[in-house]
T-cell receptor, first 114, second 114 residues
């Protein structure tokens, strides 16, 4: 099993450009999450999904949109990239939504917005 | 305010020395507690977790952590560090009764000298 995979691994954008980050998991998990990681701040939740066709806002959702058209995929979109969105983005998935369940993380996407 | 604090941003130890990484949380009730490790260029991997019961928790790679309710702490320890332990370590919590939102500390970067 590949676990959680993310595409692409690296990307450089200019301010105002758009892009989509793809997360895929092969563990049949219902729940998926997008985080961003910034130096000195740990990981912060952007959006999450409790199942196919559903999404919800996390801690820092502004400037991002998500979609979960298929159970195994969770897409993160930036419609108009800003330098403040330069970060490392991690996708995760879990069996359960209840607190305490292990989340499995992908390897990350490093995004630079110039 | 609710928070997870890792007081040490960087720690350097010699190979073979013991290690303790500190984590304190500030929540009304005891949350679920986790330690994750992030090797360079990789995603996060779960080292161990505490839900209830025995306050000394054993994890993978020879790590253990001790929950101390009176100190609101969940410190990570390893008796003898290996060069391959060089990584960033994150303490995280999720709230009981809530959804599986992980709240991360800022991380501690561990360097290991030969």
């Amino acid at each position: 099993n590949a676990g959680v995979t993310q595409t692409p691994k690296f990307r450089v954008l200019k301010t105002g450009q758009s892009m989509t980050l793809l997360c895929a998991q092969d563990m049949n998990h219902e729940y998926m999450y997008w985080y961003r990681q910034d130096p000195g701040m740990g990981l912060r939740l952007i959006h999450y999904s409790v199942g196919e066709g559903t999404t919800a806002k996390g801690e820092v959702p502004d400037g991002y949109n998500v979609s979960r058209l298929k159970k195994q995929n969770f897409l993160l979109g930036l419609e108009s990239a800003a330098p403040s969105q330069t970060s490392v983005y991690f996708c995760a998935s879990s069996w359960e939504l209840a607190g305490g369940n292990e989340q499995f993380f992908g390897p990350g996407t490093r995004l630079t917005v110039l | 305010a609710q928070s997870v604090t890792q007081p040490d941003i960087h720690i350097t130890v010699s190979e073979g020395a013991s290690l303790e990484l500190r984590c304190n949380y500030s929540y009304g009730a005891t949350p679920y507690l986790f330690w994750y490790v992030q090797s360079p260029g990789q995603g996060l991997q779960l080292l161990l977790k505490y839900f209830s019961g025995d306050t000394l928790v054993q994890g993978i790679k020879g790590f253990e952590a001790e929950f101390k309710r009176s100190q609101s702490s969940f410190n990570l320890r390893k008796p003898s560090v290996h060069w391959s332990d060089a990584a960033e370590y994150f303490c995280a919590v999720s709230l009981r009764g809530g959804y599986n939102k992980l709240i991360f500390g800022a991380g501690t970067r561990l360097a290991v000298h030969p």
